[in-house]
């Protein structure tokens, strides 16, 4: 049996360990051959392969990104882009796909098992917003990260006593904000599930100025405030018809120096959460992803996802990842707000 691999979407500490994973307990337990296809669904798109082997994989485990390649590449938006896939993966000689990625790549995946195309997904976000499964992998990485970051903002704002913002990823989901936030000891934390009150989050930054510290403030790029209180981003769009956020964190910085008169600055961590080695917990999840895809691929268990339900991982249908997203509870966020201010 002849199996392509992808790897699609934004890069993520613990793709490796997928592949590393899912091509060594294939090769060596299922005499499997391997195929991968380059940058996301471009790669079957246009035939872009590279080899994956046992000698392709040795020593990947700790590092980031993928050797794959990614892109957000969207096969529907393409002419005939399903018939290219298929034709591309019958001249490849494949007969099934692992496909490892977001909530945009497994809905691709989703799609292409309609046209008989036998997909086994990978859930992969550091956003940790995909349905059905506990966590993903890069999330666990994306949280040290970010809370490293915040440890070390809180030394100089107090040195110079101004309020620091972090802006952390989560499009539609607050759960690097929330987790950092709190392990980091922020003073605000805001998340796209929330609409926020500028004059509320004023409020408890001067409190804090009030008591003789100096605020940190966590914001995820999709945190937004009431209609009419600040400026809104640009409408530039993906492939995938997502807007480009970034830049709530220097929107809110200006309008917090404007309405409270203390000096307020951004940290912008973007990339630097998706960059480097996996955690070590992202190291072990990733690996257990991998092993377990390959097994449904033998048990021919296709048009499933793997995922985490406790210590245990489980398949469930695509369909259940992407139909909805997972977001903060309001009972998650209501515990943090014990700290604001």
């Not at 290219?84 to 796909?97: H, S």
């Not at 599930?193 to 930054?205: G, K, L, M, R």
């Not at 409270?260 to 990339?271: C, D, M, P, S």
């Amino acid at each position: 049996m002849r199996i392509g691999v992808l790897t699609g979407g934004g890069d993520c500490p613990g793709l490796n360990a997928v592949i590393r994973a899912s091509v060594r307990k294939g090769v060596q337990y299922y005499g499997f051959e391997f195929v991968g296809f380059r940058d996301g669904w471009k790669g079957p798109l246009e035939r872009m392969t590279r080899p994956l082997d046992v000698e392709a994989v040795r020593g990947i485990l700790p590092r980031g990104g993928t050797i794959l390649g990614s892109s957000r590449t969207n096969p529907f938006k393409v002419d005939g882009g399903i018939e290219r896939i298929q034709e591309n993966l019958a001249a490849e000689g494949v007969d099934a796909l692992i496909a490892i990625g977001g909530e945009d790549t497994l809905g691709v995946a989703t799609a292409l098992g309609a046209h008989d195309v036998k997909v086994v997904g990978v859930p992969k976000t550091i956003d940790n917003d995909l349905n059905a499964t506990d966590y993903t992998f890069g999330f666990d990485t994306a949280v040290h990260v970010a809370t490293e970051a915040i440890d070390r903002l809180h030394t100089t704002a107090e040195s110079h006593s101004r309020a620091l913002i972090v802006e952390v990823m989560g499009r539609h989901a607050g759960w690097i904000a929330l987790h950092s936030g709190m392990a980091g000891g922020a003073n605000v934390i805001l998340i796209p599930e929330v609409v926020f009150d500028i004059d509320e989050v004023c409020a408890w930054i001067e409190s804090r100025f009030a008591r003789g510290y100096a605020p940190i403030v966590v914001v995820a790029e999709g945190a937004h405030p009431k209609d009419g209180q600040m400026a809104t981003q640009t409408g530039e769009l993906d492939a995938f018809g997502h807007v480009r956020l970034g830049g709530i964190g220097e929107r809110l910085a200006a309008e917090i120096e404007r309405r409270t008169k203390k000096e307020a600055r951004t940290t912008v961590l973007g990339h630097t959460q998706r960059g480097g080695s996996p955690s070590p917990f992202d190291r072990w999840l990733a690996t257990r992803f991998g092993l377990h895809a390959i097994d449904a691929v033998h048990d021919g268990d296709f048009g499933k996802m793997v995922a985490l339900r406790g210590t245990d991982i489980v398949r469930v249908p695509l369909a259940d990842a992407t139909t909805t997203l997972k977001t903060v509870p309001m009972a998650l966020y209501e515990e943090a707000k014990v700290f604001f201010g």
